[in-house]
């Protein structure tokens, strides 16, 4: 084995990670840390992030080029006109009031615009940083007319002030804010937007209905997987959730049908193993009192209760129905079995006690680590807290313990560790098996640790 790694090791160094490799590894990771772990979030946002994308682009570039290019061309429009009037005032005899001017740029030109003594023109105002109107007047003026002139685009809301300075007056023109440039493209954006937010709410409707059928799936895998029951779960969503929820219905049935086939046969067997060893029993007591008749007695309860170790581990009390359990009077009543079996033993509980759980399989558990702990110990503390949805529960004990690297051997099936323990004690090797075979039926776990009595702590481990 440690060939194969050392070649392994040879052929990833002849390969280095290329820089850009490693840089997206390093986002990935980066990106997976701070996404959401939902299915519902994730789903959602991979409809809302193309929409916001495809928004910001119509938006930075559609618009703006659309913004820009209609407001060029209606102050185009308007220096034209402008331009017109100067044209005629400077080609054609005018009346003494210029009447008639006025009159024609009102009319058909939507200007209002008057004569002024020539005097110098105004300074320039400061003009605002991302004023289109002020940049495409200015331009156009420039361009079309090409006469000293004076743009106000700030001093009045909704209309804009342009001078402009000719041979022996000054040319004043007022013209509405609307025909300088674009004003209505907000509609644009608020349409667009708008119907945005509709799309996105008939998605998180959509999608909810969508991932409920998964969520609900998940929801009664795990309560199989804890022992729970199961009820009014029928497929429903789309046709592989109905496929995938269908397969779990079946899967549970082939399950609880052959959970029920070798309950039935572990009956039978126990019936017919338990008739032998009473008939043991009976011949024995026909033998009288001796010492050869004693060491088969004990033979026989040897057997009997290795053979009822042996039929709960194959069981492992599946079959029992959840119940509301008080914990700390679980704990009170274990404390009292082990005392009058000799044992000292000190019980104590912190927290909500009620909780879901097979109550007779989870006695046992407890029981069974209290009675390997009353094997090699002589002080033997319980503790039991619920604490951010987890119910744990402590057995410590004083004696020898058990090393570190022997734990995970020592909760294997028909493992015994009594080289380090005692070497008198007997049992079959299945106490702490069938401890963790119901820690984990109930979605928990065991674990082994040092105990702060000096000898071996069993700590388990279970949601609620």
């Known amino acids: 084995m440690g060939v194969v790694e050392s070649l392994i090791e040879k052929i990833r160094s002849s390969f280095p990670v290329r820089p850009t490799m490693l840089a997206y590894r390093r986002a990935s990771r980066l990106i997976y840390r701070y996404m959401p772990k939902g299915l519902y979030t994730r789903a959602l946002l991979i409809i809302v992030v193309p929409i916001l994308l495809l928004q910001s682009v119509l938006v930075i570039v559609f618009m703006e080029r659309h913004y820009d290019l209609v407001s060029q061309r209606m102050s185009d429009a308007v220096v034209r006109d402008i331009a017109a009037v100067v044209y005629i005032l400077e080609n054609f005899p005018q009346d003494k009031d210029h009447q008639k001017v006025e009159t024609l740029a009102a009319s058909t030109l939507g200007l209002s615009l008057s004569l002024m003594p020539l005097e110098p023109l105004p300074p320039p105002a400061p003009k605002p940083y991302f004023d289109v109107i002020d940049q495409g007047l200015s331009r156009a003026i420039g361009q079309q007319i090409g006469k000293p002139f004076w743009v106000d685009t700030v001093g009045q809301s909704r209309f804009v002030e342009i001078r402009i300075q000719l041979e022996n007056e000054i040319l004043r023109v007022f013209a509405r804010r609307s025909q300088t440039f674009a004003s209505n493209s907000h509609i644009f954006l608020v349409w667009m937007f708008s119907t945005s937010m509709v799309l996105i709410f008939i998605a998180m409707l959509f999608l909810r209905n969508q991932i409920r059928p998964i ?145 007779i399989a989870f006695k046992r558990c407890l029981s069974n680590l209290v009675t390997n702990a009353a094997k090699f110990a002589t002080t033997i503390k319980v503790q039991g807290m619920v604490e951010n949805g987890w119910l744990t529960v402590t057995v410590d004990d004083n004696g020898p313990g058990i090393p570190a690297n022997e734990r995970e051997t020592a909760l294997r099936a028909f493992q015994r560790l009594d080289q380090s323990r005692n070497l008198n004690v007997s049992g079959s090797g299945l106490g702490l098996s069938i401890a963790r075979d119901i820690a984990r039926s109930h979605g928990g776990e065991i674990y082994l640790e040092d105990s702060p009595l000096g000898g071996l702590r069993a700590r388990v481990r279970v949601p609620v």
């Open 215 to 359: 969520v609900r799936l998940a929801d009664a895998a795990e309560n199989f997987g804890l022992g729970r029951p199961v009820q009014s779960f029928r497929p429903s969503g789309a046709r592989e959730v109905r496929q995938a929820a269908q397969a779990f219905i079946e899967m549970r049935r082939r399950i609880e049908r052959q959970m029920e086939q070798r309950t039935t046969m572990l009956a039978g067997v126990s019936h017919d193993l338990r008739t032998i060893l009473t008939r043991f029993r009976l011949q024995l007591a026909l033998f009288g009192d001796n010492q050869e008749s004693e060491a088969m007695r004990k033979d026989v309860d040897e057997m009997t209760h290795m053979l009822e170790d042996y039929l709960a581990f194959a069981r492992g009390d599946v079959d029992e129905i959840v119940e509301t359990t008080d914990i700390g009077l679980l704990l009170e009543e274990i404390e009292e079995e082990a005392e009058i079996s000799g044992y000292n033993v000190t019980a104590r509980f912190e927290g909500d006690a009620q909780i879901n759980l097979r109550r």
